[in-house]
Each structure stands twice: as C-alpha cells, then as structure tokens.
Nanobody, 122 residues
Framework: QVQLVESGGGLVEAGGSLRLSCAGS????????MGWFRQAPGKGREFVAE????????DYADSVKGRFTISRDNAKNTVYLQMNSLKPEDTAAYYC???????????????WGQGTQVTVSS
C-alpha cells in the first residue's frame, strides 16, 4: 500500500508560479508511475501529468503543456509539479496518484492523496 501526501498549494496571481510536492510512503515508490490530476468546482477530475518510475517518460495534458513540469526524486520518495505561467482556469484541487505501470492518464491507480488547493486570481 502507498500513502501519498500533497503540499505546496496556495493563492497566486495569474502569471505566477507554484511547486507542488507529493511525498509517498512505502518501499515500492521508486517502481511506480506517479502523476497529478486536478478537479475544479463543479467539474470532474482531469489528468494533468504523469512520470514513469525512472523519470524517463512524461506526459502532459494539452492545457498545461509548456507551462507545467513533472519531476521526481526517488531517493526522497517525492514527485513534484512545477507550475509556471498560471492562469485562473488552473484553479482546482490537485491530487497525486500512483500506479504500477505507465498510462496513468487512461487508468488512474488506486492510491490518491488528500489533495492540495491551488487558486489563481486574475
């Protein structure tokens, strides 16, 4: 079982930056694909980004491509989401997710964090 804890959310002006972190527990963290989803009020949860266990493969939603960067540090059991050029439409609760194989975009894993709120003011 993997436990995930997100942090780093907050209030930022449009054009600003934030870095989210997701700390995972469990000895299998380094073997898992990790990713981020988000959910805005009144909307469904949507895929944001994922990274393979080695960090060699990444995938992004079109809406964040070129602005967000996902990375991981397996020695620290942590995955990051660097968010630049933030827009009001990026406002959402951001959730960390993990699964054994790549393709988290199409099939999220069973393990979710509690979420961290990102609010972008115009």
């Amino acid at each position: 079982q993997v436990q995930l804890v997100e942090s780093g959310g907050g209030l930022v002006e449009a054009g600003g930056s934030l870095r989210l972190s997701c700390a995972g527990s469990g000895r299998t963290f380094s073997s898992l694909t990790m990713g981020w989803f988000r959910q805005a009020p009144g909307k469904g949860r949507e895929f944001v980004a994922e990274i393979s266990w080695s960090g060699g493969a990444t995938d992004y939603a079109d809406s964040v491509k070129g602005r967000f960067t996902i990375s991981r540090d397996n020695a620290k059991n942590t995955v990051y989401l660097q968010m630049n050029s933030l827009k009001p439409e990026d406002t959402a609760a951001y959730y960390c997710n993990s699964r054994p194989g790549y393709g988290l975009r199409y099939a999220p894993g069973d393990y979710w964090g509690q979420g961290t709120q990102v609010t972008v003011s115009s």
